[in-house]
């Protein structure tokens, strides 16, 4: 593609009368340009479909055009933003809503952290919007916007364990069914094993783990997945479990899944929601099992919800 500099020289007109506030103005035509912008209307959205559909950069498309990064962006906010207005039917009914925060850009010289909060179609794949910022109130602004037949349809509502998520989902969602995602579920899992694994290292030796200590040397296949660890791994486990906790404080080996085989053992949407649903009431009310101080018990509503988040928001 060959760019093209178009040069338009346009006629300015003068008011006669000279009470007039304008006083002079010079001729548009729409539809080669809209007001005060640098790209023609055809280039605008030529630039639009790169960016937006075709998943190329600014600076790419800028370069190719010849001109600044703030032009093709602009145009590219402007025509975007118009586009998802008009569009008012791209979302469906949702049963299952998500939302998780991403770390979008950072900002100035020290290079701050902006994040925004990403809401998908957990059933459908797909991104309905993003939100600047990653708080209660964010996300819980962004929902009560969407319209109350919408809300009414939403069955589950997917969290990554955030206190302010869950904050938001029992403002607006107060019906709906708080689930973890298997990714989260298993990573606070492993964090309170190795918590327990570290505690038991200093109760035991009377310090933090070594190079030659036993529970450290394991610290590894503590949390792999039973099905992956070798049958010369499950002896060495065993032995230097045997050798580093002989009080068995810490989790027999093979209870802890990775979120592959949590999330993708079932294809059948009733049957894993029926697994989920029941492996929280066991969790429940079994006194047996091992609990985690950051579990937030149960919703307002009656529903068992996901833990609070670990890391401060």
């Known amino acids: 593609m060959t760019p093209v500099r178009l040069r338009w020289r346009k006629r300015r007109w003068a008011c006669p009368n000279p009470e007039c506030a304008v006083a002079s103005f010079i001729e548009q035509d729409p539809t080669i340009g809209p007001q005060r912008a640098l790209l023609t209307s055809r280039a605008a959205r030529w630039v639009t479909v790169q960016v937006g559909r075709r998943g190329r950069s600014v600076d790419e498309v800028a370069a190719e055009l010849g001109c600044d990064w703030h032009t093709v962006n602009n145009e590219v906010r402007r025509w975007g933003e118009a586009l998802l207005e008009a569009d008012g039917d791209r979302v469906e009914a949702v049963e299952a809503v998500g939302v998780d925060e991403t770390l979008f850009w950072r ?10 909060t990403s809401v998908v179609d957990v059933g ?12 209660a109130n964010s996300a819980e602004a962004w929902f009560r916007s969407q319209p109350a037949e919408w809300l009414d349809g939403i069955r589950w509502a997917v969290l990554d364990m955030s206190g302010p998520y869950r904050k938001a989902y029992d403002r607006v969602l107060p019906n709906a069914l708080q689930v973890a995602d298997p990714l989260h579920v298993i990573r606070l899992a492993n964090q309170r094993l190795d918590e327990v694994r570290r505690r038991v290292q200093n109760e035991t030796l009377g310090h933090r783990g070594r190079k030659a200590d ?14 992956r660890i070798s049958d010369r791994g499950r002896t060495r486990l065993r032995g230097l479990l045997d050798a580093g906790d002989p009080t068995a404080k810490s989790a027999p080996p093979g209870t802890l899944r990775k979120p592959s085989e949590t999330s993708t053992g079932s294809t059948n949407r ?13 969790s429940k009310t079994n006194p047996a099992l091992p609990r985690s101080t950051n ?17 401060p928001r």
């Open 214 to 227: 036993p529970l450290y040397r394991i610290r590894s296949l503590l949390t792999a997945a039973h099905e």
């Open 295 to 311: 579990w937030a018990g149960p919703s307002p509503a009656g529903h068992p919800r996901s833990p609070t988040g670990t890391s």
């Open 124 to 135: 459908g794949h797909q991104l309905i919007d993003i939100v600047a910022g990653r708080t």
């Open 270 to 282: 009733s049957s894993r929601s029926a697994t989920l649903s029941s492996s929280l009431t066991t």
């Open 107 to 116: 900002k100035g010289r020290w290079r701050t952290k902006q994040w925004c």
